[in-house]
């Protein structure tokens, strides 16, 4: 007796091939997971070595806030970026940066374990908890990254430091955090801040203007340098200060 097929095979040959099928598919998805650390590990390389080279049109912090300003509805929202190389800048404000926020810049790889052990040290005596991030990780988060203080967004900031400081020279990361830095509600960089806070380029800054940029440096939204008070006074004092007792602009000669 001949056997009639129907519906085109046996049903168990259909369901054993379809069941493969869907094993195969698996597999390929599960390599693609597999492979995705893998692929972002190497474009972050990729991004590192191309900005060692290339100047950033724009940072990520900067798109971060002009996104916002735009969900917000905020149409006076200026972003004012110009691109200066460090011997278009007046050395002041890279070493009043340095004086002010890491003054460990060109001895540390990255993280200023001192800093964060003193820090650490201070919370648990009930002291306020502060920063110690240097102008590396500070620049890591600025160039790539977003703002906020989640544990995913400081891993990153981590990995990030870890690639600049192996890739870029101390000079690069240091050009790199006074261009990209903001110093005011959308102005961001030497040269737009010097525009904006005192009518001159950059190159032309003097130590005294310098010193007061970098005061407004950990909040740029409360602090101003254009009206400065009592504190980025007293703060721009104590800068020009450091800026003495860590050797002047010869310190920059030690990157």
Same mark, same amino acid.
């Given at each position: 007796?001949?056997?009639?097929?129907?519906?085109?095979?046996?049903?168990?040959?259909?369901?054993?091939? *379809?069941?493969?099928?869907?094993?195969?598919?698996?597999?390929?998805?599960?390599?693609?997971?597999?492979?995705?650390?893998?692929?972002?590990? !190497?474009? /972050?390389?990729?991004?590192?070595?191309?900005?060692?080279?290339?100047?950033?049109?724009? /940072?990520?912090?900067?798109?971060?806030?002009?996104?916002?300003?735009?969900?917000?509805?905020?149409?006076?929202?200026?972003?004012?970026?110009?691109?200066?190389?460090?011997?278009? +800048?007046?050395? /002041?404000?890279?070493?009043?940066? +340095?004086?002010?926020?890491?003054?460990?810049?060109?001895?540390?790889?990255?993280?200023?374990?001192?800093?964060?052990?003193?820090?650490?040290?201070?919370?648990?005596?009930?002291?306020?908890?502060?920063?110690?991030?240097? +102008?590396?990780?500070?620049?890591?988060?600025?160039?790539?990254?977003?703002? %906020?203080?989640?544990?995913?967004?400081? %891993? !990153?900031?981590?990995?990030?430091?870890?690639? +600049?400081?192996?890739?870029?020279?101390?000079?690069?990361?240091?050009?790199?955090?006074?261009?990209?830095?903001?110093? %005011?509600?959308?102005?961001?960089?030497?040269? *737009?801040?010097?525009?904006?806070?005192?009518?001159?380029?950059?190159?032309?800054?003097? *130590?005294?203007? /310098?010193?007061?940029?970098?005061?407004?440096?950990?909040?740029?939204?409360?602090?101003?340098?254009?009206?400065?008070?009592?504190?980025?006074?007293?703060?721009?004092?104590?800068?020009?200060?450091?800026?003495?007792?860590?050797?002047?602009?010869?310190?920059?000669?030690?990157?």
């Amino acid at each position: 007796m001949e056997s009639v097929l129907y519906g085109g095979g046996w049903p168990g040959v259909q369901a054993g091939g *379809a069941a493969m099928s869907r094993r195969r598919g698996r597999r390929r998805w599960l390599r693609r997971l597999l492979m995705l650390p893998v692929v972002l590990v !190497l474009l /972050s390389v990729l991004q590192v070595v191309v900005l060692r080279f290339v100047d950033p049109p724009v /940072s990520m912090v900067m798109v971060e806030h002009r996104l916002r300003a735009l969900m917000d509805g905020d149409d006076s929202f200026r972003l004012q970026y110009h691109w200066r190389d460090l011997d278009q +800048i007046a050395p /002041s404000l890279p070493l009043a940066a +340095i004086a002010a926020e890491d003054q460990r810049f060109a001895a540390h790889r990255g993280f200023d374990l001192e800093a964060i052990e003193k820090a650490r040290e201070q919370h648990a005596r009930g002291g306020r908890l502060r920063g110690a991030s240097t +102008i590396s990780q500070q620049t890591a988060k600025n160039v790539f990254l977003w703002s %906020g203080r989640s544990w995913v967004r400081k %891993g !990153l900031e981590a990995w990030y430091t870890v690639l +600049i400081e192996l890739a870029w020279p101390k000079q690069r990361i240091l050009e790199m955090y006074v261009n990209v830095a903001e110093f %005011g509600p959308g102005v961001y960089g030497a040269q *737009a801040a010097a525009r904006e806070f005192f009518g001159k380029d950059a190159d032309a800054l003097t *130590a005294a203007e /310098s010193a007061r940029l970098a005061a407004v440096l950990p909040s740029p939204r409360r602090y101003s340098a254009a009206n400065p008070g009592p504190y980025v006074q007293r703060r721009t004092g104590q800068i020009q200060r450091q800026m003495r007792q860590i050797g002047g602009e010869a310190y920059l000669d030690k990157l």
